[in-house]
């Protein structure tokens, strides 16, 4: 009986894209829409926000073929594995612009969630990035701006060691509504990355 080995470690190619976002691609067809295009619906409750951002090399160049997935809790702090609201997806999933790098969620703020301790946790977005270069996907964690007293005291912020790197995780606060979160895989404002 032949052996089969573990094939070589490879980083994000084309095929996550076809495979993942194949109407990005113009491969139509597969799926009326890419998954985790739309997370929320007319009825979804709570607050309306847009999240936009690039994911920048250690160069400072925008990565065009990143890929990136968010999850978050609804208004309520439910995540999907719980009863959350049913007109709200809690993740989502886009592809950088071609030209520029840039993608966009179209979500809702979510509500504080409770840590495995039960200590709350402030209302936070997971980001999940995959791009060439990237053997594994990157977890990182986008905070609100407004939210000062919860941020200062969210028991994952509080791990930092290096405090400066807090605001790493801060998104800016465009205008009502209006969010960006740029990530940086290296460099002096390199994101804070999480081992999950």
């Known amino acids: 009986m032949t052996k089969l080995h573990e094939s070589a470690s490879q980083t ?4 996550v894209h076809i495979g993942c976002v194949p109407n990005f691609c113009g491969i139509s067809g597969v799926y009326a829409q890419d998954l985790g295009a739309q997370m929320v619906n007319e009825n979804t ?3 309306r926000i847009s999240i936009i951002g690039t994911v920048f090399d250690g160069t400072g160049n925008a990565l065009k073929d990143a890929m990136v997935e968010i999850w978050q809790a609804d208004t309520n702090g439910i995540y999907a594995s719980g009863n959350p609201d049913p007109n709200f997806s809690g993740w989502g999933r886009k592809a950088g612009d071609d030209e520029t790098g840039i993608w966009r969620f ?11 301790d039960g200590h709350m946790m402030a209302p936070h977005i997971t980001f999940w990035v995959v791009a060439r270069g990237i053997n594994i996907g990157l ?3 986008m905070y609100f701006p407004e939210e000062e007293v919860a941020n200062a005291d969210d028991p994952v912020l509080a791990r930092i060691e290096h405090r400066n790197r807090v605001s790493t995780l801060i998104a800016t ?7 960006q979160f740029n ?4 460099g002096p404002q390199e994101t804070v990355f999480f081992d999950v």
């Open 139 to 141: 977890h990182t964690r």
């Open 45 to 47: 409750l709570g607050d």
């Open 12 to 15: 994000a190619g084309p095929y």
């Open 173 to 179: 606060r465009e205008s009502d509504g209006m969010y």
């Open 183 to 186: 990530i940086h895989l290296q």
């Open 106 to 116: 179209d979500t809702i703020k979510p509500g504080p969630v409770p840590h495995r």
